[in-house]
Each structure stands twice: as C-alpha cells, then as structure tokens.
C-alpha cells in the first residue's frame, strides 16, 4: 500500500522520493504518443505508451507547491480558485480505507491472552516487539538496498531532459519572416546545451544565432511585427522593410553576449553551445534568425532549436550508496542475531 501509495503521488505532482537523502524533487509521468500523419480514418498515428520522468531541484519544486510564494503571487499563478483532481482524491481514498480495512483494524481485533507471571510482563512484551522487529529487519533491509540501487545506478549518473522548437524561415512576396526566437529558464544543479539546425536548399542564405539576457528580445519582435504590418497594408515597400528589419535586429546583436554565424551547408550541420551550471534562475533568450540572402529569391526552410538540460547525480550515487550500505547491514543484524539460535538447532540434530 505504501509502494503504490508513492507510485500514485509521482503521476501528478514531484515529491520528495528520497527526502532527507535527496532534496531533489522526483515525477513520474506516463502518456500516449501519436504521430502527426493519418490511419485509416483517423487524422493520427498511435505509436504507443511512453513512460517518462523528471527531476527539479528543491528550490523549483518549492516554486511548484508555492510553498516560497505570497498570497497575491499564488493567486496570480493559480486563480482565486483551487480544484482537487477528483481521480487523484478518489485513487488515494480508496487506498486508505484498503489499509484501514485490511491492515489497521484487524490488529485492533486481536485479543490478548493473560500472563500468569505479571512481573515478568514488562520484559515479555519488550522481548515480543524486539522478536517482531528482527523478522522485518531482513525485509527491511532489501527495501533499503532497492531504494539505494533506484537512487543511485538505476536511474544513472546523469538525466537528460529535453524540449525542441521548430519554425519556418519564410521569404515569399505575401508573408515575411525570417526569424526565430526562443526563450528558456536555466534549470538548477544542471547544465544547458543549446542546439540549432536549419534546412539547406536550393536558395544560399546565411543564418546568425545570437543568445541575450536582456527585454531587447521582446522589443525587438513587438517592432517587427509593427514593421511587417506596415508592408502588408501597402504603406512601405519590399526593400525599406529589409532595410528597417536589419535595423531592428542589430541593436541586438550588438548587446548579446554569444554571436554564432553560420554560412550557407554549416546551416544543415548546425552547432552547439553549452552553458555552464548555475546558481540562480535566469531567463536566456535566444534568436536565430537569415543574415544574408539574395532579396529577390522566396524561400521556405524549417529551422530547429533544442534545449537540452543535463542533471549531474553525483551527489546521488553517494546517496544511493550509502542507502544500500543501511540495507547490507540490516540484513547482517537479522542474521547475527539468529546464528546462536541456528548453532543450537544444529548442534541438537548432531
């Protein structure tokens, strides 16, 4: 009840899987795939179940129980209103009645024998509970070793978790954009890898990357979506929207603090960048967008940026280690502890 108890409580929100060993928060989730391309009748592909799980640092799963929030920022995140998934509530509802039923009331119903020696009572009932705990010390013992083992090798010295945005670099004579940005949280206790490809075609272009911490990004695309509304409506030609686009997109590059140029086939290789692990939370944000190509060709390519956060579970195998050692040496006590009981046995059946 307790095992699936847990496994429960990963299928909706991280909790403490390791606490106090680990303050790392722990989430398990399990979906469906599809693909994007029909069958039969049905608009999609169903590739299968997909078993997926993730780990935040405390301070992030502090941040998602809104433990370290105020009330105005709690309610500004989840609403003047809190709901109770009805599935969640009824599952573990269903598992406390199961062990008050089958585990909890049945102990409550036994009845206790009298002893005749009540001076001795004291002693019994010590040596009673002392016997009781030595047959769960092997058993506990194996789930201290299991625990160690998840913790530490079975999950591994590193977790990868990964997200992908993917745009179009588009030139024609009705639609203009030849941008794509993106902007992502470092994640805490793990490294950022930054990863960019682009299509190459027919039509030479080169493209520019270039990674900012500043609202530049921002100003920046709320000024290109003025200047491409300007040349939809007819007030501004082809050539003055170039012109007022590499305007606005060189302030940026001027105050980023990475610049990335890639010439012509490098855009189908791409390239990778990789950001140190950090302290603090800070927002990255990161623009690729066409630096150079012949004005009076159209194109249509699909640019692609990942975000790959590595966590380094150093810290844990040790963890994990340490865990299992508990574990060995439970089952080592329960073992002494019955050897001269076994030496007897033996020695009455010589």
């Known amino acids: 009840m307790w095992l699936l108890h847990i496994g429960l409580d990963l299928g909706w929100d991280p ?9 790392n928060f722990y989430e398990l989730s399990v979906y469906l795939r599809f693909e994007n391309q029909p069958w039969l009748f049905f608009p999609l592909s169903f590739l299968g179940i997909i ?10 799963g502090a941040g998602m129980f809104f433990v370290d929030l105020t009330q105005a920022e709690r309610s500004q995140i989840v609403g003047k209103y809190w709901d109770l998934p009805i599935e969640q509530f009824g599952l573990h509802l269903i598992i406390m009645i199961t062990w008050l039923v089958i585990i909890v009331l049945p102990v409550f119903k036994r009845k206790k024998k009298k002893k005749k020696n009540e001076s001795n009572k004291a002693r019994k009932i010590l040596k009673i509970t002392w016997k009781r ?3 769960q010390l092997t058993l506990f013992g194996l789930f201290f070793i299991g625990a160690g083992l998840l913790l530490g090798p079975v999950i591994g010295r590193e977790r990868v978790v990964n997200y992908q945005v993917s745009s179009d670099y588009v030139n024609t004579k009705n639609y203009f954009d030849p941008t794509l940005g993106l902007v992502f949280t470092n994640r ?7 990863i960019f490809q682009s299509e190459y075609g027919l039509t030479p272009y080169n493209t520019t990357v270039v990674l900012t911490n500043n609202n530049t990004f921002f100003d920046f695309f709320n000024d290109f979506d003025n200047l491409t509304l300007q040349y939809y409506d007819h007030n501004i030609t082809y050539i003055d929207m170039i012109v007022g686009y590499n305007s606005l997109i060189n302030p940026i590059v001027e105050e980023s603090y990475f610049v990335e140029h890639l010439i012509h086939e490098e855009n189908s290789v791409g390239f990778s960048i990789v950001l140190n692990v950090t302290t603090a939370v800070e927002n990255t944000y990161v623009i690729a967008y066409v630096s150079q190509w012949n004005i009076s060709d159209t194109f249509y390519y699909e640019a692609t940026i990942a975000i790959n956060y590595t966590f380094l579970r150093n810290e844990a195998q040790i963890e994990g280690l340490v865990i299992g050692l508990i574990g060995v040496t439970l089952i080592a006590v329960d073992q002494l502890i019955d050897l001269p009981k076994k030496k007897k046995a033996l020695q009455k059946d010589d």
């Open 15 to 23: 909790i403490l899987l390791f606490w106090p060993i680990d303050t």
């Open 51 to 60: 078993p997926d799980w993730r780990i935040y640092s405390f301070q992030e």
């Open 133 to 135: 705990i030595t047959k």
């Open 188 to 194: 805490l206790q793990s490294s950022t890898e930054i």
